[in-house]
């Protein structure tokens, strides 16, 4: 199946900094999408990017699909941005289920 | 316009009940997905629910089964309850694969 590695595994930021989270993954794809779980444990929608530049807000997105990686950024960092931040991938055909990394966990600090 | 709704939302079992989780999706969307989360991990991939019959399954044993009602809403159920079945369980729905909306899960604790 599609593996999908994350990093940086942690992060911590101070508040207004900057930051740059990767997703590679190891064969084509059709689904990409980031998720922020907060400390409830509910994952929310960020983008769904399978191929592309997005944007909202202080966060954007690109997934370099020929390359097989995509990128979060996250821009003037709040303390309510912190938790664990998934990259969730799917396939085509009758794989329809989204693979998963392991997560980065961002802490910003104020 | 109503996200995709869980219940219950904490469940305590014993080991060897049975349990039944369950999930209504985001208006619109006719696909039903149920993922694990044990703690400190990614989710992973239970089964999907397509026009009420199972359309793919993860690496879960057969103690896992589900059900897709005529409304699209679905049910997870665990037979046989084990102490590694404690884990969050998250509904995720959808229409044409065009991106998936999650629950706010149901944690589970068997003890």
């Known amino acids: 199946g599609i593996q999908v590695e994350q990093s940086p595994p942690d992060l911590i930021l101070q508040e207004g900094a900057n930051s740059t989270l990767r997703c590679n993954f190891s064969d084509s794809v059709n689904n990409l999408q980031w998720f922020h779980q907060n400390p409830w444990g509910q994952l929310i929608n960020l983008f769904y990017?399978?191929?592309g530049t997005k944007q909202n807000g202080r966060l954007s997105a690109t997934t370099v699909a020929t390359e097989r990686y995509s990128l979060l950024y996250i821009s003037s960092s709040q303390t309510t941005d912190s938790g664990v931040y998934f990259c969730a991938v799917g396939g085509g055909g009758s794989n329809y289920k989204l693979t998963f990394g392991k997560g980065t966990l961002l802490t910003v600090n104020p | 316009d109503a996200g995709v709704t869980q219940s219950p939302t904490h469940l305590i079992k014993t080991r060897g009940q049975q349990v039944t989780l369950r999930c209504s999706p985001k208006?619109?969307?006719?696909?039903v997905s149920w993922y694990q989360q044990a703690l400190g991990q990614g989710p992973q991939f239970i089964f999907q629910y397509y026009e009420e019959e199972e359309r793919q399954r993860g690496n879960f044993p057969d103690r896992f089964s589900g059900h897709q009602f005529p409304n699209y809403s679905s049910e997870l159920n665990v037979n046989a309850l084990l102490l590694g079945d404690s884990a969050l369980y998250l509904c995720a729905s959808s229409l044409l694969r065009r991106g998936y909306t999650f629950g706010s899960g149901t944690r589970l604790t068997v003890v």
């Open positions: 208006s619109g969307h006719d696909t």
């Open positions: 990017i399978p191929s």
